[in-house]
């Protein structure tokens, strides 16, 4: 009877304690949206909104976070600045369309050719906001018609006194600039008219393009310096299912330049780009390393298409800055372009700045794989003097050629199965130290 009750007495002891419920996990909510029109943004195309937007974006970012939303119309707006744990989204049918008066991008620190300097902010910005995303499938357009035309006419006027025109003379807007930010994500949004450099990304950490369309006109007036994607001192980048027709580069590896730029700490390597399944228009070279690189280091395109006459990769060596372009492959190419690499010097806007350095640039483990294309010629490989190249191959190529020279400076370059208008091509073949006209942009 004792041991009845003992037991009794711990089973009633045991159910007298506090029960641990178990309760189920709480759902995070979702991120706010704020739609610009509920906050006073309006769809007057004519009239500036980028108060009232820039005010939806302080309010996202005060409350905690949440996407800002444009949706169907035309928004005109000048710089907008996101913040912290804000987002942009554009509805089918919207169009973020940016002011074509420079006085609505304010001066500001900032970053243009390889250089730490004041310049005018992009239409959109975003400093150090981790988790930055723009979603389509609306437009973020540039407008930059007056701003081309404004370059065209002062670069004439500079000639008719016989100077030249820098890019930064002329004082037009980017279109995305996007600073020290890590995980971006860019989808599915259509990047258009940009009035300088298209999409600029700088000390950005993993950031994923896909799926946009990015383009401004060859034609009937040109937009110059439109860059597609300029990758400056980067890690972690991949572009993907774009569509890319620009009139200027492509894809562009950027970082320093300068006798002395590889010692400036605002200036470093860009690792680790990928760039797949894209479809590159008219541009003035799919993939590009310069005007301002000093490192470019494991770089992939593979399954493009090419629809041009300019060239599939491009190397710009300057002679005033040391560069070192490695571990480059580009496989699994079609279609139509001027070259499938053009290595040669690029002395705009050459400076020395009083420097006695001697730069030169080293060229190294660079793979042409798989491409079949029609180009105006195979490849230039003419570098400046001093460069030291080592180790190009072009494997399983199948290229036919209006120009069948290949001049070639360089004994290091390989051939497995390549065929050159129905011809296999040999290293014995190669021309070395043949001096020509580069096919370069105009």
């Known amino acids: ?237 991949t572009i993907r299912n774009c569509y890319i027709s620009v009139n200027d580069d492509g894809v562009v590896m950027k970082g320093g330049k300068g006798p002395n730029a590889h010692k400036l700490p605002e200036n470093g390597p860009i690792e680790d780009v990928l760039v797949e399944n894209c479809t590159f228009g008219e541009v003035h070279a799919a993939m590009t390393c310069g005007s301002e690189c000093i490192n470019a280091n494991r770089i992939t395109m593979r399954n493009c298409k090419v629809e041009n006459d300019r060239p599939l990769l491009l190397f710009k060596m300057r002679p005033d800055t040391y560069q070192v372009y490695e571990n480059i492959t580009v496989e699994n190419v079609t279609g139509r372009c001027g070259t499938l690499v053009t290595l040669s010097p690029w002395t705009q806007f050459f400076n020395m700045a009083g420097s006695t350095e001697k730069p030169f640039g080293t060229i190294r483990n660079i793979r042409i794989a798989n491409v079949k294309v029609k180009t105006k010629q195979f490849a230039v490989l003419n570098g400046n003097p001093a460069d030291k190249v080592d180790n190009i191959v072009f494997a399983n190529v199948d290229a036919t050629a209006e120009t069948a020279a290949f001049p070639n400076m360089y004994p290091n370059v390989k051939f497995e199965n390549v065929t050159l208008n129905g011809a296999p091509l040999k290293a014995s073949g190669v021309r070395e130290g043949t001096a020509v006209k580069p096919l370069l942009p105009d």
Not at 37 to 42: E, I, L, R, S
Not at 163 to 187: M, Q, Y
């Open 1 to 237: 009877m004792k041991l009845v009750i003992a037991l009794l007495t711990v089973w009633l002891a045991a159910f007298s304690l506090p029960f641990q419920v178990q309760t189920p996990p709480q759902k995070t909510a979702a991120p706010k949206e704020y739609v610009i029109t509920q906050f006073g943004a309006g769809t007057d195309s004519t009239k500036l909104n980028t108060q009232a937007i820039q005010k939806v974006i302080d309010k996202a970012h005060a409350a905690g976070g949440g996407t800002v939303v444009v949706p169907k119309g035309v928004f005109l707006s000048g710089a907008l600045f996101f913040k912290p744990n804000t987002k942009l989204r554009l509805q089918a049918g919207a169009k973020l369309k940016g002011s074509d008066n420079i006085a609505d991008y304010p001066l500001v620190p900032s970053r243009m050719e390889g250089q730490k300097l004041d310049y005018y902010a992009a239409l959109v910005n975003a400093y150090q906001v981790n988790n930055f995303s723009i979603t389509g499938p609306g437009t973020i357009d540039g407008n930059g018609l007056k701003f081309w035309k404004g370059f065209w006419a002062y670069r004439d006027s500079m000639k008719q006194i016989g100077k030249s025109a820098t890019n930064l003379e002329v004082h037009r807007p980017r279109l995305l600039f996007i600073w020290g930010c890590n995980d971006v994500n860019i989808k599915q949004v259509k990047l258009h008219n940009a009035g300088f450099w298209t999409t600029h990304l700088y000390q950005c950490n993993n950031v994923l393009i896909d799926g946009c369309d990015i383009r401004s006109p060859f034609r009937p007036v040109k937009a110059p310096s439109t860059d597609a994607v300029d990758i400056d001192v980067c890690k972690k980048v």
